[in-house]
């Protein structure tokens, strides 16, 4: 774990004095995700307060987590079968020119 220093973040309007141990750039970074769809939200014409929309932001960034590991499992997926295919007709070629290597005339 790095150092922990005091990192003061401006959300939906209410700034949050945070103790961690990440990287104050990066932090502000996902600040900035936040405020811009709780931005978006707002500009949809949503009547909603403040914890509200953060409450949908919430919602949408867990189901892109939620999409984004699921597209991650299938790409392991498919690189595990691609790979295990590679790997299998590797193994069959060196069988067959072992066998074709063991049926040849010696001199």
Do not use: Y
Not at 8 to 28: C, M, S, Y
Not at 43 to 64: E, I, M, N, T, Y
């Amino acid at each position: 774990m790095g150092v922990k220093h005091t990192v003061t973040l401006e959300i939906a309007g209410t700034k949050f004095r945070l103790v961690a141990d990440a990287n104050q750039a990066d932090l502000e970074e996902l600040a900035r995700v936040v405020n811009e769809r709780v931005a978006k939200l707002g500009a949809a014409g949503k009547s909603a307060s403040p914890a509200q929309l953060l409450a949908l932001v919430a919602l949408g960034l867990a189901d892109d987590l939620r999409a984004s590991e699921k597209k991650l499992r299938e790409l392991d997926h498919l690189t595990r079968s691609t790979v295990s295919g590679v790997i299998a007709r590797i193994d069959n070629r060196l069988a067959e020119d072992l066998a074709a290597h063991d049926q040849a005339p010696s001199e």
